[in-house]
């Protein structure tokens, strides 16, 4: 031990004495279990992995590579620790090394033989102690990374035995670079473009054969009677972190050469786009690692402090999940590794800082039960399981509703079957997708002849399949589809995006890239006015290109789609002067009626200086403008919003009787971006407007029934998605919090979050003393006592889509 690492350790042990005096221990939340401390600083530093061997020792990944500081004295590879009972009084012990001279170790697994599996960012190795010394002896290849990049992780990592004596191994996105991944007899698969992957080998590293793909980077693997599950870290801009049930042949969506936001219309993250699949839910920020134990997939999350549990349910042929927090700490509490001891506790590594770079600091904790538990069948699991293993007719289920169904249905299909599908144009997306996935060199002929399918969802395949290999010679052919049917928004927006994929030299487009495509449509001479209002509808209001000038121009222009997208996007702008042009719109009498009415809305924002107006037109003939006037001023004062009976939140067949009459959706648009009442649009957004704190509605009618509608609406903390719970925080000021973390790439001891009113506050990490989840939403409770009946139907008819000129 060098001066300089002897010096950085002594620093730890004060640092965790100062810990241990000052600032509160991760505390346990759910009943029934307790927490204490293991091993810290000088015996275990930067820990990752963590195992339990064959005699029960535990085994520990110690990292003194990753982002290695020049100053940094310690030892100069990873190593793997050893931590046993030696006396046999049931308590670690001893401290000696298993193996080292390892360069950024990632993972680690014990074979039933008791042999040793590290994984590290570019190879596999499978480690031997043949002498019965606890040391490792022999050492050999499983596999191999070939790549010129270097980064620490989002490469190999995610590893996890198959149960019958092969493993899975997990590969990020590595940042888009081509590599080869080579097994131990010469098997290999190369790519580029960075859309992580999913292998499985044989036990002694042969065999090498894809089975998933569309991973940022599946870094946690975890195998519960033959299903496979992953956690995901996420895209920049796209999050959350994804717990994943994998199947063969799956898409997960992601390619990182379309950008690190994650937000490119090419790119999917929740099952968005055809032949993608979707997650089971969101966990936690920088997942580690996924464990099976108790009837529970148990994840630590590194960046929100904490351990998870999920109690996964059957969802068709996949699975829907709750999540609790069981463990929660404070910014020092950074768990990594997790792994079940032979008592049944659970052991987990903490990285302790949110340093990246190593720092002489660590800890094992162990989480046990206070009482004895009963294990009992995992029946969700069994049913699921039991379920995949009985496919056998692939050509029947190419056509089921159910995306996890399609996908056994494609991972069963040989390429003589599925070329003479595609050809047949009987499942002929199932079919495009066997055949991608069986690497068939498919002539540009079969994707011209996808292109031209009735169906919009085998034509989106296929313009993935020709942006991601840069089919440059059918740039034209997707170019044409802007001529035919445009059947949705997300397909008109993968088109523009092909377009300018296609007419790229590859370089990773920008956050922006959406906006940037609408500009450039809206300045294209050659595109319909139909096009262009298109366009317009779904670039951001607040985008440079759109000048007061501009939008008026289309006001005062003779295409009524285009007039009427003007005056929305004027209403959402941030043009200081826009109300003046929307009081214009307001008062003109020869402007159709919701053209009128839209403008009105858009005063709101403005309704002191605008009151006398507003006043006036709630006198007003039209209905739409008049409605709209009364709502501006009953909201905008502290009247009742209506008189007579108002049933409780929960009386759902009530609210159901009174919101039965049909509402009005372009009603309910006004509302929802209205910048009084419930203000909506803060947190949520439709087709690309609004905000992205709260979950994105534009399919919301698609996936739910009025009677969903209306309960999340009324009850929002009855069901609260694991993405959007908020957190109770306490200060070092004494004073207490309640917010929804915003998502946000990397870790710089500022946690930026948002209130239940919209607005965004930021904390120090140092200074919170107590977090835990808020069992409330941060969407208000009691909305009803401020919207009327009306207001109400009106919102929730929007929110269905039950017209189709209702968005905005």
């Not at 920049?236 to 997960?252: F, K, T």
């Not at 951001?540 to 005056?567: C, F, M, W």
């Not at 003046?580 to 200086?609: F, H, I, N, W």
């Amino acid at each position: 031990m060098t001066t300089a690492f002897r010096l950085i350790v002594i620093v730890a042990a004060i640092s965790w004495l100062q810990f241990s005096t000052q600032a509160a221990p991760p505390r346990v939340i759910v009943q029934g279990y307790q927490l204490e401390p293991i091993a810290r600083e000088p015996h275990i530093v930067t820990p990752v992995a963590i195992a339990f061997d064959a005699t029960g020792a535990l085994l520990v990944i110690e990292s003194h590579t990753h982002q290695r500081p020049d100053e940094y004295g310690g030892p100069t590879s990873d190593r793997i620790r050893r931590f046993a009972d030696t006396n046999g009084d049931g308590k670690f012990d001893t401290w000696s090394t298993y193996a080292d001279g390892f360069r950024h170790a990632m993972n680690l697994a014990v074979r039933d033989d008791g042999a040793v599996v590290v994984v590290t960012r570019g190879d596999v190795f499978l480690l031997e102690d043949t002498t019965g010394d606890f040391v490792a002896d022999q050492r050999s290849t499983l596999a191999h990374l070939d790549t010129e990049v270097n980064y620490p992780h989002n490469a190999l990592g995610g590893f996890v035995f198959d149960g019958r004596g092969g493993f899975y191994l997990g590969l990020g996105e590595n940042f888009g670079g081509e590599y080869r991944l080579v097994g131990s007899d010469g098997s290999n698969f190369a790519d580029s473009g960075g859309t992580g992957m999913i292998f499985h080998f044989a036990g002694d590293g042969s065999n090498l054969k894809k089975f998933a793909q569309g991973f940022w980077n599946p870094f946690g693997l975890a195998l519960v009677d033959d299903l496979l599950f992953a956690v995901d870290n996420d895209p920049d801009a796209s999050p959350p972190c994804r717990l994943i049930h994998v199947v063969e042949s799956g898409d997960y969506g992601h390619r990182f050469e379309y950008g690190r936001a994650g937000v490119h219309p090419l790119q999917a993250w929740d099952g968005e786009l055809p032949g993608t699949l979707p997650m089971v839910c969101g966990t936690g920020e920088a997942p580690c690692v996924v464990a099976a134990h108790e009837n529970f997939l148990w994840v630590t999350s590194w960046g929100d402090h904490r351990l998870e549990r999920y109690l996964i349910e059957p969802k068709g042929m996949s699975f829907a999940a709750t999540r609790e927090v069981v463990v929660q700490g404070d910014a020092d509490f950074r768990p990594t590794g997790c792994a079940v001891a032979p008592d049944g506790s659970l052991y987990f590594a903490d990285w302790v800082s949110r340093s990246y770079p190593v720092h002489g600091q660590g800890r094992i904790w162990r989480l046990a039960r206070t009482s004895r538990y009963e294990p009992t069948r995992w029946k969700a699991v069994e049913q699921i399981a039991t379920a995949h293993r009985s496919v056998h007719d692939s050509l029947t289920l190419v056509q089921s509703d159910d995306p996890f169904a399609r996908q056994l249905a494609v991972a069963g299909l040989d390429k003589k079957t599925a070329t003479a599908t595609l050809l047949n144009n009987a499942g002929r997306l199932q079919a495009l997708q066997a055949l991608r996935w069986l690497a068939a060199d498919a002539p540009n002929e079969w994707l011209q002849l996808a292109l031209e399918d009735d169906n919009a969802d085998t034509r989106l395949y296929a313009i993935r399949w020709i942006a991601d290999q840069h089919r440059t010679e059918l740039r034209d052919n997707v170019a044409r589809l802007l001529d035919g049917e445009i059947p949705n928004e997300r397909y008109y927006l993968a088109v523009l995006a092909a377009i300018h994929w296609l007419d790229s030299d590859r370089t990773p487009p920008p956050q922006s890239v959406v906006d940037g495509l609408l500009a450039r449509e809206l300045r294209n001479d050659r595109r319909s006015d139909d096009l262009k209002e298109l366009a317009l509808r779904l670039i951001s209001p607040t985008h440079k290109q759109l000048t007061i000038d501009a939008l008026n121009g289309y006001v005062e222009g003779d295409h009524d789609g285009l007039r009427t997208q003007a005056i929305r996007a004027l209403a959402l702008s941030n043009h200081p002067e826009r109300f003046t042009y929307l009081a214009k719109v307001t008062g003109d009498e020869t402007m159709p009626e919701t053209a009128r009415a839209d403008a009105l809305a858009g005063l709101a924002a403005q309704v002191d200086e605008f009151r006398p107006l507003v006043e006036k037109l709630s006198g007003c003939h039209l209905p739409a403008v008049a409605k709209e006037a009364h709502r501006i001023l009953r909201l905008t004062t502290e009247s009742d919003p209506e008189a007579g009976f108002r049933p409780a939140a929960d009386d759902t067949e009530t609210w159901l009787a009174l919101t039965s009459a049909n509402g009005d959706p372009d009603s309910g648009r006004r509302l929802f971006y209205s910048a009084v009442g419930p203000r909506c649009a803060t947190c949520h957004r439709i087709d690309g407007h609004g905000g992205d704190y709260g979950p994105d509605l534009s399919r919301y009618g698609a996936t739910h029934d009025r009677r969903q509608t209306l309960t999340a609406i009324l009850e929002p903390s009855r069901d609260i998605a694991p993405r959007y719970v908020p957190w109770v925080l306490e200060t070092d000021d004494g004073k207490t919090h309640i917010g929804l973390r915003l998502a946000r790439g990397g870790d710089s001891g500022t946690e930026p979050y948002i209130d239940s009113q919209g607005n965004r506050f930021d904390l120090a990490s140092e200074s919170v003393e107590f977090r835990e989840p808020s069992k409330n939403s941060i969407m208000p409770n009691g909305l009803e006592k401020t919207i009327s009946v009306d207001d109400l139907a009106d919102l929730v008819a929007f929110l269905m889509n039950e017209s189709g000129n209702a968005r905005p």
